[in-house]
Structures are given as structure tokens and as C-alpha cells.
């Protein structure tokens, strides 16, 4: 028995997870498979005599019309990356496979979703250089922002400063009203830390109950100063009422400045450090 295969293909097409596109030479749509709905909301009959350009992001537009001439002179494209707008407002990540049929002086082309494997990846990217707990940048990006600023130090003229922070007595929270109870005090450091920083500045948790502040680009003499005021008087603030009775610690601040307190990172870091414990030693 015979199978009629071209009778096959609409059937064929429909089956398939991944939309399929029709597009003629003037990126209008001429054809979309159902599968489109799912990908961006809009029906089939919605899209057909749209121009496919319409729907992609406004930051990818000059990308894509670029791999739309490429396609069309010749070249298919098969791992091509670029974003869409859902009908709904969302933004759609989508893997294409293109090329163009000049028999029929069409462009057509298979959408994957991608969107998952996109956030996913940006998630992985994000724990490599953050900290899960906290979301403040992790030592090692922090050790990466520091080499960048005392490189641009002497070019720019510029003072930076340390600030090495411990909480002290931490352990005692932990050990009172347990270990969730610490994540949620550590995590409110973080915020009021970054709430006293500019965006160009840097908070970072080294670990455990340990974070660190670099300052970049210091004018005024008494900008350290300052913002160690500024920081004392945040974290002075209590807490919630839904701490449960927790008291905020109290912290020992180090500091360091560049170039006087050293040139390079360990000196600074050490010296910040040194400090810190001076401090500690000192309110104890």
C-alpha cells in the first residue's frame, strides 16, 4: 500500500513541538504551525500576514535582521539565538534553524524555546559569583572587582577603601534561636549594607558572619569616615517584630585605605583585617 506523503505533511507539521515559519521575502508571515501558540500566544491566524520582525525584542532587532540577510543570501543559519515578545508581555528566548527556499522565494524556519535553558544558565552564572545565601557578590568576583579598581587607581588618581565587617557574637544567635533565624539577620545585613553603598562600590560576603566593603573612587577626606557614621547607624537600627525578640549585633568594622595602608590587595586586605580585630578587641 502506498502512503501519500504529501498528503502527510500538514499532518506531520501539526505534531511537531517545535513551531514551524513561513516567511516571504518582505518578513511577512505566510505560514506558522499551530505549535506557535504555545510559544507566543498569538494563533496561527493572528500571525499570518504579520511582519515576524514585529514580535522580536527591541534589543535584538539589529541582530536578527542581520541573520535574516544572511539566511536569504544563502547561508542558513541553524544556531541562532534571539528574543521574542509573548503576547502577554513575557520575553521568549528562541533557537533558530533557518534557511531559504528560492524555488518558492521563502525563508523558513524551526523556533525552539529556550527560555528555561536561558534562565537556568543565568541562574549558574549568577551563583558562581554570588553568594546563595545573601545574593552579595562572592569573594571570588569581589577579589576580581578589587584587582580592577587599585589597576585603575593610579592611572585615575583615585583612593579606595576597605571596610572588613564581623558581626559579633553571631554565634550566639545561631546557637539560641537556630540556624534559619541567623540566615534571616545575615540576610538583613546585606540589604542595609547595600542600602548605604553606591552602585559603583562593592559589598561582598567573604563567609560565615565575615562581609567586606570596598569604596572606590574617594574625593572628600572624610568620606570613610563618613560612611562608617552612615554604616554604624544603620545597623544600630532593631529589628523586626517578626524576629521574634532577636536583637541586632553589634559589628567590628577594620578599615584600609589605598595607598596608605598598602598598594596591593593582601596588604589591604590584611591590614583591613588586623584592624577589624583591634576593633573587636577594643569594645570587648
Known amino acids: 500500500m502506498s502512503v501519500d506523503l504529501q498528503a502527510l505533511y500538514p499532518k506531520l507539521i501539526s505534531l511537531l513541538l517545535d513551531p514551524v515559519f513561513v516567511v516571504d521575502r518582505h518578513n511577512l508571515i505566510v505560514f506558522v504551525s499551530d505549535a506557535c501558540e504555545n510559544l507566543l500566544g498569538y494563533s496561527a491566524e493572528e500571525l499570518t500576514g504579520t511582519a515576524i520582525t514585529d514580535y522580536v525584542h527591541p534589543e535584538d532587532q539589529e541582530a536578527s535582521r542581520a541573520s535574516i540577510v544572511r539566511v536569504m543570501s544563502g547561508q542558513p543559519h541553524r544556531d541562532f539565538r534571539n528574543r521574542y515578545i509573548h503576547k502577554d508581555g513575557t520575553v521568549v528566548y528562541i533557537l533558530w534553524s533557518a534557511q531559504w527556499s528560492e524555488e518558492d522565494h521563502v525563508r523558513i524556519g524551526v523556533a525552539r524555546d529556550v527560555t528555561a535553558l536561558r534562565h537556568a544558565e543565568e541562574k549558574l552564572k549568577f551563583l558562581a559569583h554570588h553568594d546563595p545565601l545573601t545574593g552579595l557578590t562572592n569573594r571570588s568576583l569581589f577579589n576580581d572587582r578589587l584587582a580592577l579598581a587599585l589597576r585603575a587607581a593610579p592611572r585615575q588618581q583615585h583612593r579606595l577603601a576597605l571596610l572588613f565587617l564581623d558581626v559579633n557574637d553571631f554565634?550566639?544567635?545561631?546557637?539560641?534561636?537556630?540556624?534559619?533565624?541567623?540566615?534571616?539577620?545575615?540576610?538583613?545585613?546585606?540589604?542595609?549594607?547595600?542600602?548605604?553603598?553606591?552602585?559603583?562600590?562593592?559589598?561582598?560576603?567573604?563567609?560565615?558572619?565575615?562581609?567586606?566593603?570596598?569604596?572606590?573612587?574617594?574625593?572628600?577626606?572624610?568620606?570613610?569616615?563618613?560612611?562608617?557614621?552612615?554604616?554604624?547607624?544603620?545597623?544600630?537600627?532593631?529589628?523586626?517584630?517578626?524576629?521574634?525578640?532577636?536583637?541586632?549585633?553589634?559589628?567590628?568594622?577594620?578599615?584600609?585605605?589605598?595607598?596608605?595602608?598598602?598598594?596591593?590587595?593582601?596588604?589591604?586586605?590584611?591590614?583591613?583585617?588586623?584592624?577589624?580585630?583591634?576593633?573587636?578587641?577594643?569594645?570587648?
Open 171 to 284: 554565634k550566639l544567635i545561631n546557637d539560641t534561636y537556630g540556624h534559619a533565624a541567623g540566615d534571616r539577620v545575615l540576610c538583613t545585613i546585606a540589604r542595609r549594607l547595600e542600602l548605604c553603598v553606591r552602585e559603583t562600590d562593592t559589598v561582598a560576603r567573604l563567609g560565615g558572619d565575615e562581609f567586606v566593603v570596598l569604596l572606590t573612587d574617594i574625593q572628600a577626606g572624610d568620606a570613610v569616615t563618613q560612611k562608617l557614621e552612615q554604616i554604624v547607624e544603620v545597623m544600630t537600627e532593631p529589628l523586626g517584630p517578626d524576629f521574634g525578640g532577636i536583637n541586632m549585633p553589634s559589628m567590628s568594622i577594620g578599615v584600609a585605605c589605598y595607598p596608605e595602608n598598602g598598594e596591593d590587595a593582601d596588604l589591604l586586605l590584611s591590614y583591613a583585617d588586623e584592624n577589624m580585630y583591634h576593633q573587636k578587641g577594643t569594645s570587648r
